[in-house]
């Protein structure tokens, strides 16, 4: 480890097709339709849930006609008109809406109305296509955020080929979930699943509205649960299926073999935009739980722990004296925060959250988010070498800040040489742009060969600790760095993005 100073820029990118054909742009506040009555509280949804497993030992059906039948009906089509917008055209450029993802949907006949060079052009009303459940006799409907967000009108068609103006109740967008509502009694609703009890093997229906040519039915099985797809999404733990489901099926039905919902239908990964045998579903009980609270409180309310928290890789587990990669490394505590108040540090791996074990940071977060504000909840966690249980009392999530998980922590990273450090000065914090607060040694340069820059390390980053030891400058960190045992695998804590985070060093990883 040296020092000097150079700077850097850095950034990865993943896509996700997500299964509706819709335009994007008009703006939209949603209603809430649900309104208070006159003792000034609101009455809650009625849900049919029926939380018993599906039964397993059945005989194999030549024919899912009879539960077809009985599902298709609480089915429905969501067609949505935004708003027309004016885009400013360049001199001989083509339209806004001239790119691949939207010819996945539209094809190559894009519209191409309007005044030309350079001027303002009127761009056509938009439009898009979903699906949607039926859950209540009254009229809820559950579907995607991404189906309704850029909604200016709402209007759905039943199997039946009745028609309604809906209005949207609310929608989450960290979980991609909506509800709307439309004025009618006595329709034919679906009964819920407990999607905890769902299992890889079990066949799956999918119901929608693909490519709007009609109400489609398609057959599969569950091929993983607690899927993470990286879509941008606050909360993903997704239901894949290969059961086909293609542009416009977003919002709609997924179905066990009884009649079931246990999701709602969400995205594809597709090279083409089209079915790949590679689909995932919200879970019935995240979307319940989310529609519950837009219906009842208007918003959802979510708990809030305060740390910062990445996934346990073989290395930081090795590091932590653990068996296994289970559990969530705390990488940082958020100042008076629940976190903070119950005596969580830095460095402690949780193990168990609310009486549950914690299989990783994704699924701690779900369970921080999935649990009411005031709730006193145990914590079971590992701190140098032993188990400690400690009580938390958590808050509401304060605005968009989030029990937040990091994301970027390395399974693999390298020895400390090529990695060059400076002091935190006025200059320094201005050109990484770091808060005031930050103290350690601030890396400005890595070599593109060194085993730190396949791990992540990159310049900007804070090297707060050098193996548990805490850096305060540049000279401390050189030292430190010379002063390790074991120069193979050296774990350290890095401040980065906003939050820190752990890695580990590893040499043996270069070749």
Do not use: C
């Amino acid at each position: 480890m040296k020092r000097a100073i150079r700077e850097y820029a850095h950034k990865t990118r993943l896509a996700i097709v997500l299964a509706a054909v819709l335009g994007a742009g008009a703006q939209f506040a949603f209603q809430n339709v649900h309104a208070k009555d006159e003792k000034g509280y609101k009455p809650a949804i009625q849900l049919h849930v029926d939380r018993a497993p599906v039964n397993r030992e059945a005989k194999t059906t030549t024919s899912f006609a009879p539960v077809v039948k009985k599902v298709s009906p609480s089915v429905v089509r969501v067609d949505i008109t935004g708003k027309a917008k004016e885009a400013e055209m360049e001199m001989g450029g083509g339209s806004p809406l001239d790119n691949p993802m939207l010819r996945r949907f539209f094809g190559d006949q894009l519209p191409q109305q309007g005044r030309r060079g350079g001027r303002m052009q009127r761009m056509p009303r938009e439009h898009g296509l979903g699906s949607g459940v039926i859950v209540t006799q009254d009229g809820y409907i559950l579907t995607n955020n991404h189906v309704v967000e850029n909604a200016e009108k709402v209007r759905v068609t039943l199997d039946d080929g009745r028609e309604f103006d809906a209005k949207v109740v609310g929608a989450d967008p960290k979980t991609d979930v909506a509800v709307v509502k439309v004025e009618a009694t006595g329709l034919p609703y679906i009964q819920l699943a407990d999607s905890d009890k769902i299992e890889v093997g079990d066949v799956t229906l999918a119901i929608g509205n693909p490519f709007g040519v009609g109400q489609t039915v398609t057959s599969g099985i569950i091929s993983a649960t607690g899927r993470a797809m990286g879509m941008g999404l606050d909360y993903e733990d997704f239901i894949q299926t290969d059961a086909a489901i293609n542009p416009g099926n977003s919002g709609g039905a997924l179905i066990d073999a009884e009649g079931r919902l246990i999701g709602i239908n969400t995205a594809i990964i597709s090279r083409t935009g089209g079915n790949n045998g590679i689909g995932f579903a919200v879970p019935v009980n995240l979307a319940k739980n989310v529609m519950e609270q837009l219906i009842d409180n208007g918003r959802v309310v979510r708990g809030f722990l305060g740390v910062n928290i990445q996934t346990m890789s073989p290395a930081l587990a090795k590091q932590f004296d653990l068996k296994d990669t289970k559990g969530a490394l705390v990488s940082e505590v958020t100042p008076n925060s629940p976190a903070e108040k119950a005596g969580l540090k830095s460095g402690d791996v949780i193990l168990e959250f609310n009486g549950k074990p914690v299989q990783d940071s994704r699924h701690l977060k779900l369970a921080v988010g999935s649990t009411s504000p005031g709730t006193k909840a145990p914590l079971k966690v590992l701190r140098d070498g032993s188990t400690k249980n400690l009580t938390v009392t958590l808050k509401e999530l304060p605005g968009d800040q989030l029990a937040r998980k990091d994301g970027k922590a390395a399974n693999d990273t390298d020895a400390l040489d090529g990695v060059t450090v400076g002091d935190l000065d006025s200059n320094v914090r201005q050109q990484f742009d770091l808060p005031r607060d930050v103290k350690g040694a601030v890396v400005t340069d890595v070599d593109p060969d060194s085993a730190s820059y396949a791990a992540g390390l990159r310049p900007g980053d804070v090297i707060l600790e050098i193996d548990r030891k805490a850096v305060n400058n540049a000279e401390e960190a050189v030292k430190l760095s010379e002063n390790i045992k074991d120069k193979a695998s050296i774990l350290l804590r890095v401040w980065s993005k906003g939050g820190s985070h752990y890695l580990v060093v590893d040499e043996s990883k270069v070749g």
